[in-house]
């Protein structure tokens, strides 16, 4: 897969792709449900496909205040889109440049100049463009000039409404990690690779695996029980924080995770964090006892979680 980055070249890219465009937080099923249909597209008419994604995303360019939390983190996020077998993903950096280009500018550049767009493939109710100028109607009409044909997205739904980010964020926010897995077809989990901390856990009896997620807030903060999966095909018991960690003055957020009855030596592997249950919400505590005699009775918490007889490890 071939991954741009930036506004885009001067030149053009591809001639004749099949072009889908959206933010593709979490990749749940409706998304794969796109990019599915994505690829039918392309291999009924030869054509590579692309998809075009924004880092950062447009609302928290516009109101990071509003910006609901993401659920991956941007390095998560494309190598879930690689492994699908699209031709290109355009990581667009989503800035002043880009909010101000008009619609009809954004059509002619990217997917005309750069891309040749024979087919693309959005929602109806996409908007786009300096002020949401763009919708779908004005792909239509600027389609048939520059020929390129629009078609829907498809939308999966069950039985409580259409699968979307919104839904598999509320379910993990509400620690129903199970009603997250069927929204997304998997496990719910954060990745990155294990780099050197402060060590301020291991000298406080609690050793933990740092791994930095980067500056925009993730869904999940607080404390969680789940398996830490490695790379090497591991798979530990352990509670994990994942947030900003305010009673050191934290100043990165990060996802640190205490594997129970094991020291393994992970630095530098690629892990992922499946959380199972919700232990308690992200504090601030006065002092590093009173952070270690919490961080004792979360580990209680979380031997718990695993003491039940049904639980199972992941396939």
């Known amino acids: 897969m071939r991954l741009l980055r930036g506004l885009g070249p001067r030149g053009p890219v591809y001639s004749g792709a099949v072009v889908t465009i959206g933010n593709f937080d979490g990749f749940h099923r409706g998304h794969q449900a796109v990019v599915s249909r994505l690829l039918a ?13 924004f880092e950062p995303l447009p609302l928290e360019f516009f109101a990071p205040e ?5 659920l991956q983190r941007l390095r998560d996020r494309v190598e879930f889109l690689r492994a699908t077998g699209l031709d290109a993903v355009w990581m667009m950096r989503f800035g002043a440049t880009l909010a101000n280009e008009p ?12 891309l ?4 693309v493939l959005v929602g109806d109710d996409f908007r786009f463009g300096k002020g949401r100028g763009g919708d779908f109607a004005l792909l239509e009409s600027m389609g048939r000039d520059l020929g390129f044909t629009v078609e829907s997205t498809p939308t999966l739904a069950d039985a409580e409404g259409r699968i979307s ?14 009603a997250a897995a069927r929204l997304l077809g998997r496990r719910y989990g954060i990745c990155g690779r294990v780099s050197h901390g402060e060590k301020r856990g291991r000298v406080i009896g609690f050793p933990t695996a740092n791994v930095r997620l980067g500056v925009q807030p993730m869904a999940l903060r607080g404390v969680f029980a789940g398996w830490l999966l490695t790379r090497r095909g591991h798979t530990y018991p352990a509670v994990a924080n994942i947030g900003w960690r305010p009673t050191v003055a934290g100043t990165e957020q990060r996802l640190e995770t205490h594997v129970l009855d094991a020291s393994p030596d992970l630095y530098g592997e690629l892990v992922r964090f499946e959380p199972l249950a919700n232990v308690r919400g992200e504090q601030r505590f006065e002092s590093l006892d009173a952070l270690k005699a919490q961080i004792a009775r979360d580990v209680d918490a979380a031997r718990a979680v695993f003491a039940n007889p049904s639980l199972q490890q992941p396939a």
């Open 41 to 53: 597209s392309g291999k009924s008419l030869d054509a590579p496909s692309v998809l075009i994604t």
């Open 165 to 178: 980010s919104t839904r598999v964020r509320a379910a993990a926010q509400a620690g129903d990690f199970d």
């Open 103 to 114: 619609a009809q500018h954004f059509v002619e550049r990217v997917l005309h100049r750069a």
């Open 116 to 119: 040749g767009a024979r087919h």
């Open 66 to 70: 509003r910006a609901p939390g993401r």
